[in-house]
């Protein structure tokens, strides 16, 4: 079995060092596989805001657990104009990964990461040809029995926001025959500050048998509709869980866990728990 915890948009610059000090807690507690992080590290890409994100990983590191990051639009330079068209992921590769694409296999699961932000989008994200084609290119090299996961900032799927449809990255659509044809299981992305999980199936009648999970904000202070989570996922092939696991104001704990299984080309939902105070 693969555990993986699935931590987005921190924000460090305007987090709560409360919440920080918890998910570290947490994380030693559970002992996942893996730490995967989609994007938006800091609040506005400032070098001590990529310090401080850089002790968190240390503490985490030190702690022994491996992790896995990709930059959000945040992580780029907003206004210093210079520094987002020249070398707007400098300071993330400085202090955070010098890889945009990450790639860990573990036993049981592939996991890949694949950078969205661009300097010309102030809060959208874009996935390029070349990115599509080191998709398919990596996963065909890795064991065809690993569960696939693909990380990503920005949702490669429109995706319902409250009332309002948020829209995918841009060539979504590239991107979804790319992850149909190199057999990704699951997707998991950030960026709305809820999280969620979602057939991609139900989202796009053409698309792959991936499952789509989105992260809430697991550190910021800027809340939505939803406070701070993080997302604990557990996969043993034909099997999947996803738990919620979300602050209650003095600690993390599952709040709500969606248990799935693989049948042929597709996740059916084996069941819903709402786990009691």
Known sequence: MARLIHLSDLHFGAH????????EARVNAIQPDLVVISGDLTQRARTEQFQEACEFLGRLRD??????????????????????????????????????????ELSGATVLGINTARSLTFKDGRISTEQIQ???????RTDPNSTRILV????LFALPVGEDVAPAVGRSELAL?????????????????????????DLVTRAGPALVVQAGTSTSTRVRDQ???????EVAVPAATVTVEAWDGA????????SYERDGDSWRLLGAEVHAD
Do not use: K, W
């Open 16 to 23: 709560d060092p409360e919440i920080v000090e918890a998910i």
């Open 227 to 233: 406070g701070q989570s993080f997302n604990l996922i």
């Open 63 to 104: 702690a022994g657990h491996d992790v896995l990051a990709v930059p959000g639009n945040h992580d780029v330079p907003l206004y210093d104009v210079l520094r987002r068209f020249l070398s707007p992921l400098t300071r993330y590769m400085r202090y955070i990964d010098d890889s945009l694409c990450p790639l860990q």
């Open 177 to 201: 025959d790319a992850i149909a044809e190199a057999g990704v299981d699951m997707l998991l992305a950030g960026h709305h500050h809820q999280s969620s999980v979602h057939s991609a199936r």
């Open 251 to 258: 600690r993390f704990v599952a709040e709500a866990t969606q």
């Open 134 to 140: 080191f998709i398919r290119d990596t996963f065909g």
């Open 152 to 155: 990503t900032h920005h949702p």
